[in-house]
């Protein structure tokens, strides 16, 4: 670590008023740039991520335990939605949260120690990909929440159709950057995200960081005014989600010869 930081460099990191010198060199080596970062990674996560990356780095844990970690975490988040309980959604948040925190941890990690490999690569695949079993959570709960009776003809299609839905979202940027052979995250929507502060709020409240920073107050919400505001904002994302889906695939098409 050296000490040559200057203000500008300090002012395009994601700080906190305790950072020393050297937490600020840290996050200059070991986070993203702003602007491959979401609104909850950037101000919330990434504000504590780097001490707890200096805390694994002096134990034999690697990045890629790290990324196993929050592959468990996102699983047990879509287990938890499906109890259909207050208290199951309120653990939801926190497992999905520790999840992200883990997905922050392991690229800070393995900066940090400078090492990569094709197997960090797949783990970090796999975390997108069970973006799709929690979508799939998401109608699950919804139909049991509205039903409550045994899965029918339309809580099938529902599940199918946020399958196929998710699939796309899924695979669309990835075969974006795969066929571009882009060596950063980023894609058409992506890019659209951060042109200006109003998109980007709408990147957070239309995605999972949003879907679970609303779940408690919606939970709160339910408990206070016997209304069923759970089930609202899982009907009012999903559809979001299928909107936001549609664009991307059409933007990610346009760009391509």
Sequence with gaps: MNGSMNSDTIKKLPTLPVDSRRILEYRAVCQKPRRFEEIWSWYVLRRVSIYVTLILSRTPITPNGVSWFS???FILTGWLMLTGEPWGFLLAVVAYNLGYLCDCLDGELARLKKVTSEKGVFLDTLIRALSIPVFISFVLTLMMQTSG???SLFAASG????GLVATLALLVPL?????????DENDPVSDMRTSSVKMEWIAFLTG???FFALLPVCVGIGAWMGVPAVPFLIIVFLASLT????L???LTISKLK
Aim: hydrophobic share 50%; net charge positive; proline share 7%.
């Design 243 to 246: 909107l936001k889906t549609l």
């Design 208 to 210: 999972m960081p949003g």
């Design 149 to 151: 009776g045994p899965l």
């Design 159 to 162: 599940i199918y159709a946020v």
């Design 71 to 73: 592959l468990l975490f």
């Design 248 to 250: 991307r695939l059409y």
């Design 175 to 183: 075969s974006f950057n795969f066929i571009r052979l882009k060596s």
